[in-house]
Every structure is written in C-alpha cells, then in structure tokens.
C-alpha cells in the first residue's frame, strides 16, 4: 500500500517539475557571437543554445560595438575590454520573452526581459550565454543585432540606448535594495500614459508612492536617477501594458514557487509520518 502511495506522489511530483511553458510558434532566428571567445570557448555557448554552429545566421560582436551603447553609463570594469557574451535570438508569434541565461552574473533575466520590451522587443526566445561568468551588460548589443537580423528589422535607437540605461539604473538600484527594483521601475512604466503629463516633482512623488509599495524608501540620488529613466521612457512609444504584465507574472511566480515550496514541505512531513 505504502509503495503504490509512494508512487503516486512521485508521479505528481515529476509531472510539476516536468511542466513547462508551451512556446507560440517561433519564427527566423540568429546567433551574435562575441568576437573574443575561442573555438573552444563557442562550442561551449552553442552547447547552452542547443545547436549546432551553423544551424542559423551568425553575426560577430565587438567589444567597440558594445561600448557604442555603453560607455558613459558603465563602469569600465563591467565593460571590460573583450566582448565575450553571446547570444541566441529566435523571433515568436507571440507569448512574449522567454530568456535564460547562462554564466551571467550581474544583469538578471528580469533586467533583460524589461529592457528588451524597452527597446521593442516583445515575442522572442532569448539566450544569454558566456564560457565564463560576465556582467551581462554587452549582451544587450548582441540581442539587439541578433534581433534584427532574425526579424530584418530595425529597432528604434533611442529605444536601445535607453533601454541599456535601463538596466544600469536597475542593477545599481538591485545592488542596493534587492530584486525589487526591476518590479519598481517597470510599474512606473506601467503609468506612462499619466507620467507624460507630469511635472518632475509630481514623478518624483510617483517614484516615491511607487516603492512605499514594495516597502522600499529610495534616496534622493536613486530618485534622481528614477526621474531621468521615467523622463525618457515618456519620450519612447511604449505600451504600458507590457510592462504591467511582467510585473504581474513576477508576482504569480512568487506565488507559485511559495506553493511549490508548501507542497514539498507537506511531502517532507507525510514520508516522515509514514516511517
């Protein structure tokens, strides 16, 4: 009895962990490469996107290409001097981001994920993947590229560029108060069609009201910096929709790993009373 218990649990179990998204129909892709890595060192990231070298477009990245976005936002430590980070880019019907990353340590792929909806992207499989870990912040010039040569398509440059800002202004405030800041700033995206009729201070006000929500109390130098993010986001045609989404689905996969968390806890204590 107690086996055909215990296998029953494992089956439900398996199903769970088994579970994944289904993708909407996918369409062109493209790899941009980053232009220091070795034969070795490629082989390893095609082994995170899964395929073989040569199975689609490929395009090099430099380390000047991604210093065009980046210089003047980053520190020259997470720039570096070579451009290492790869990407895989597989455009979608629809069903929005659906990025991993590998070996990167700093941008998260919540940061990727609202700075590319920034920038115009909305339906795409997305890889980030290095052999070593990096930052992450040239990624965002190789998705870009890889993007466009997958879609033949250009995405709008005031859009990249503060789409890279994005996600310094993010990680600097993730660094200093935590995984909530993604959530902030793109719920302050979320309010672009009031931000725009705004004066500063009533943003700033905003910016305020807004991380109260998340039991955050920011600084005056991280309000400035909010500001002047909100500011440029009010002169780039986004939907505010697209952002409120994802902000929404980070919080009902907190409530489903929380679930997943009680579940197994409850497993934990059922194997403990049968024994």
Do not use: C
Not at 21 to 26: E, K
Not at 47 to 57: C, L
């Amino acid at each position: 009895m107690k086996r055909k218990i215990i296998s029953g649990i494992l089956a439900i179990v398996l199903s769970m962990v088994m579970m994944s998204p289904v993708l909407a129909d996918s369409k062109s892709a493209s790899v941009a490469i980053g232009a220091d890595n070795t034969e070795a060192q490629l082989k390893t990231v095609y082994g995170y996107f899964n395929i073989k070298r040569g199975d689609v477009e490929e395009i090099v990245v430099t380390n000047a290409d991604e210093r065009e976005y980046l210089e003047g936002l980053v520190s020259l430590d997470k720039i570096g001097t070579l451009a290492l980070s790869s990407v895989y880019v597989q455009e979608k019907s629809s069903g929005g981001i659906d990025l991993e990353s590998h070996n990167i340590d700093w941008v998260t792929d919540k940061m990727y994920e609202s700075a590319l909806g920034t920038a115009g992207i909305k339906n795409a499989k997305v890889i980030v993947a290095a052999y070593t870990p990096v930052s992450g912040t040239g990624a965002l010039t190789g998705i870009y590229k890889a993007y466009e040569a997958a879609t033949d398509t250009s995405l709008d440059e005031a859009a990249k560029t503060t789409a890279v800002e994005e996600v310094v202004v993010v990680g600097e405030l993730q660094d200093a108060i935590g995984d909530d800041a993604v959530n902030i700033i793109n719920s302050l995206k979320g309010e672009i069609a009031q931000t725009k009729t705004m004066s500063d201070d009533e943003i700033r006000e905003l910016i305020i009201v807004t991380a109260e929500k998340y039991d955050t109390v920011l600084d005056d130098q991280q309000i400035e910096e909010i500001l002047s993010l909100v500011n440029k986001f009010n002169e780039l045609n986004m939907d505010p929709d697209t952002f409120l989404k994802l902000v929404e689905a980070g919080q009902s996969t907190q409530g489903f790993f929380q679930k997943v968390s009680t579940f197994f806890e409850e497993i934990g204590n059922f194997f403990s009373n049968l024994f």
